[in-house]
């Protein structure tokens, strides 16, 4: 096995990074050394694979890509099939106008769109000219009317559709037809910094015309395919999705056969990858899986930098999480540094901490955002809560007016990574008062009854970040009542700097006013947020063209092995 990406303290990083407000010396109370650790993640490459022009990729083959869990919706834009099983699975059969470069800017991809064009800045117009040859599955144009119903139910403003999130969409006042029916002219009543993350019809009108269809016909369908995939079987009791070639498509003939999505535990991955069960692992941070995986003979270990980023979310409807002062001492309580060294450094990656929850390190627009409220400092926890009035009881568990700070933390089973962190946040929480107890839960019910539903106390997962984060990231903490946010607390300073954020079109104003809308979020500690996860993957090492990428959108044409 070979590792591909040496961590290097590269001087030219791909994407920006700037840092405010470091602790004394730049060093936490571990020793991990935050300049030092940026500098290294923005020297890991943005992707790393072992790329192949499309005549060196032989023809035909099946790709076994392993996922956590059949989601509990595979309608990827209803809110309970916003996963990222279903973000890996959609990339192979769903495509739209804009596709994403290695840098995180973008292009029109041709076999959506001949051209995306701002027509308009006062108001803001965009006129989208698509590609005539473009279809449905079934062989149905796709056009304004595709279009038109997609933006509608995204929108929020028929309540009956279940949507993931309604940002962005909800910018838009009409989209209407230009000389004909695939001329799209989109305009937003107010002007929207990421307004290419919201061109595109991602189901065809029939679906998303109908709120019942919406909300239940795709539940365990995958939805219909406009890419060079689609779905040939879904078996929910062996837990396998077999997407195959799409005889409708239109574009550069895709060199794979077969894509086959297995479920396989996380806990279980790393050692199916090293058994050729699967071939590629997304190892994460996991070290005892990274072993296993570095012990494939034919595989190849690939990192690249990420933008998934871990934290641990209060739910704020839950007794005294609802009081600043708690979640305040529960900032200087956990000692991140610990979390992010232990998940960190055993797959041999830059470890730093994530002090911004809109912008990842290596994305232009990264800052330190927590102003040393994050800082791991349990005597001014525990003065926190003193001052509040929670007392240490007699049992040690602190207490007010009859209220103890007794929560529990649900974990899935059979996931280290998150058991790690939890049993961290555990600890640092019970030794300044609080009673912390881990909840053990079925992988398959963590999501599905638990975290989606709003019944936990606390819960430890991962934010997978976006290309287009001003926008669409603040939908984890604006409104309150957003499907997205878990923890059900915000405030107006939020809203209004994201809003301002999100209307004006200087990227240079936008990433600023973001920033401090962000420094309101972590001000108001909906979650803490712990470390930036870098993509470090396990592949086959015939595969080409497929592995870690910060933004970039794969082309699943030319995802295959080697000749």
Same mark, same amino acid.
């Given at each position: 096995?070979?590792?591909?990406?040496?961590?290097?303290?590269?001087?030219?990083?791909?994407?920006?990074?700037?840092?405010?407000?470091?602790?004394?010396?730049?060093?936490?109370?571990?020793?991990?050394?935050?300049?030092?650790?940026?500098?290294?993640?923005?020297?890991?490459?943005?992707?790393?694979?072992?790329?192949?022009?499309?005549?060196?990729?032989?023809?035909?083959?099946?790709?076994?890509?392993?996922?956590?869990?059949?989601?509990?919706?595979?309608?990827?834009?209803?809110?309970?099939?916003?996963?990222?099983?279903?973000?890996?699975?959609?990339?192979?059969?769903?495509?739209?106008?804009?596709?994403?470069?290695?840098?995180?800017?973008?292009?029109?991809?041709?076999?959506?769109?001949?051209?995306?064009?701002?027509?308009?800045?006062?108001?803001?117009?965009?006129?989208?000219?698509?590609?005539?040859?473009?279809?449905?599955?079934?062989?149905?144009?796709?056009?304004?009317?595709?279009?038109?119903?997609?933006?509608?139910?995204?929108?929020?403003?028929?309540?009956?559709?279940?949507?993931?999130?309604?940002?962005?969409?909800?910018?838009?006042?009409?989209?209407? /037809?230009?000389?004909?029916?695939?001329?799209?002219?989109?305009?937003?009543?107010?002007?929207?910094?990421?307004?290419?993350?919201?061109?595109?019809?991602?189901?065809?009108?029939?679906?998303?015309?109908?709120?019942?269809?919406?909300?239940?016909?795709?539940?365990?369908?995958?939805?219909?395919?406009?890419?060079?995939?689609?779905?040939?079987?879904?078996?929910?009791?062996?837990?396998?999705?077999?997407?195959?070639?799409?005889?409708?498509?239109?574009?550069?003939?895709?060199?794979?056969?077969?894509?086959?999505?297995?479920?396989?535990?996380?806990?279980?991955?790393?050692?199916?990858?090293?058994?050729?069960?699967?071939?590629?692992?997304?190892?994460?941070?996991?070290?005892?899986?990274?072993?296993?995986?570095?012990?494939?003979?034919?595989?190849?270990?690939?990192?690249?930098?990420?933008?998934?980023?871990?934290?641990?979310?209060?739910?704020?409807?839950?007794?005294?999480?609802?009081?600043?002062?708690?979640?305040?001492?529960?900032?200087?309580?956990?000692?991140?540094?610990?979390?992010?060294?232990?998940?960190?450094?055993?797959?041999?990656?830059?470890?730093?901490?994530?002090?911004?929850?809109?912008?990842?390190?290596?994305?232009?627009?990264?800052?330190?955002?927590?102003?040393?409220?994050?800082?791991?400092?349990?005597?001014?926890?525990?003065?926190?809560?003193?001052?509040?009035?929670?007392?240490?009881?007699?049992?040690?568990?602190?207490?007010?007016?009859?209220?103890?700070?007794?929560?529990?933390?649900?974990?899935?089973?059979?996931?280290?990574?998150?058991?790690?962190?939890?049993?961290?946040?555990?600890?640092?929480?019970?030794?300044?008062?609080?009673?912390?107890?881990?909840?053990?839960?079925?992988?398959?019910?963590?999501?599905?009854?638990?975290?989606?539903?709003?019944?936990?106390?606390?819960?430890?997962?991962?934010?997978?970040?976006?290309?287009?984060?001003?926008?669409?990231?603040?939908?984890?903490?604006?409104?309150?009542?957003?499907?997205?946010?878990?923890?059900?607390?915000? /405030?107006?300073?939020?809203?209004?700097?994201?809003?301002?954020?999100?209307?004006?079109?200087?990227?240079?104003?936008?990433?600023?006013?973001?920033?401090?809308?962000?420094?309101?979020?972590?001000?108001?500690?909906?979650?803490?947020?712990?470390?930036?996860?870098?993509?470090?993957?396990?592949?086959?090492?015939?595969?080409?063209?497929?592995?870690?990428?910060?933004?970039?959108?794969?082309?699943?044409?030319?995802?295959?092995?080697?000749?």
């Amino acid at each position: 096995m070979r590792n591909k990406a040496t961590v290097v303290v590269a001087a030219t990083a791909a994407l920006g990074l700037a840092l405010s407000g470091c602790q004394q010396d730049n060093k936490d109370s571990k020793g991990v050394d935050s300049d030092k650790a940026n500098e290294e993640i923005s020297g890991l490459p943005s992707v790393d694979y072992q790329k192949a022009g499309y005549d060196e990729i032989a023809d035909g083959g099946t790709l076994t890509y392993p996922m956590t869990e059949i989601p509990a919706s595979l309608n990827y834009y209803h809110a309970d099939g916003a996963h990222v099983d279903n973000n890996n699975l959609y990339g192979t059969s769903l495509g739209r106008p804009i596709k994403t470069k290695d840098d995180g800017s973008w292009e029109v991809d041709k076999n959506y769109a001949e051209s995306v064009e701002i027509a308009s800045e006062d108001p803001l117009v965009i006129d989208v000219k698509l590609n005539k040859d473009a279809v449905w599955e079934d062989g149905t144009p796709i056009d304004v009317e595709d279009y038109k119903a997609f933006w509608k139910t995204q929108s929020g403003e028929n309540k009956k559709f279940e949507v993931a999130s309604t940002k962005g969409y909800e910018d838009i006042e009409s989209i209407k /037809s230009g000389d004909d029916k695939y001329d799209v002219e989109v305009t937003f009543k107010t002007p929207n910094i990421d307004w290419p993350n919201y061109i595109g019809a991602f189901v065809p009108n029939e679906i998303a015309e109908d709120p019942k269809t919406f909300n239940k016909d795709y539940v365990k369908d995958v939805l219909p395919s406009n890419g060079p995939f689609k779905a040939d079987k879904v078996d929910n009791k062996a837990g396998v999705i077999t997407m195959v070639k799409n005889d409708k498509w239109w574009g550069q003939e895709p060199k794979l056969d077969k894509v086959i999505f297995k479920v396989v535990s996380q806990a279980q991955q790393a050692q199916a990858y090293a058994n050729k069960e699967i071939d590629l692992v997304d190892i994460g941070t996991d070290g005892d899986s990274y072993e296993t995986a570095g012990k494939r003979e034919d595989g190849e270990i690939f990192k690249s930098q990420g933008m998934q980023w871990t934290h641990v979310t209060l739910n704020a409807e839950k007794g005294a999480l609802k009081e600043q002062e708690v979640r305040d001492a529960i900032g200087h309580a956990i000692n991140r540094e610990a979390i992010a060294q232990a998940a960190i450094g055993p797959v041999e990656a830059p470890v730093t901490l994530v002090n911004n929850v809109t912008f990842m390190p290596g994305q232009d627009g990264y800052q330190d955002n927590a102003d040393g409220s994050l800082d791991f400092d349990p005597e001014a926890a525990k003065k926190i809560l003193d001052d509040a009035g929670w007392a240490e009881g007699d049992d040690g568990i602190r207490e007010k007016d009859g209220e103890k700070l007794k929560f529990n933390i649900v974990v899935p089973a059979d996931t280290a990574s998150n058991a790690q962190r939890a049993e961290q946040v555990m600890k640092d929480l019970n030794e300044i008062g609080f009673k912390i107890k881990l909840e053990t839960v079925p992988v398959a019910a963590y999501f599905a009854d638990h975290v989606l539903n709003g019944n936990f106390d606390m819960a430890t997962f991962t934010w997978q970040g976006t290309a287009f984060p001003i926008s669409s990231g603040s939908n984890l903490f604006y409104p309150a009542d957003s499907e997205q946010n878990r923890s059900k607390i915000s /405030s107006d300073a939020i809203g209004e700097k994201f809003k301002a954020a999100t209307k004006t079109l200087d990227p240079a104003e936008s990433k600023k006013l973001a920033n401090e809308g962000d420094a309101e979020v972590l001000k108001l500690k909906p979650l803490i947020p712990f470390y930036p996860t870098p993509y470090v993957w396990g592949v086959k090492d015939d595969i080409v063209n497929l592995g870690p990428r910060q933004l970039e959108t794969p082309d699943w044409t030319s995802i295959g092995f080697k000749k």
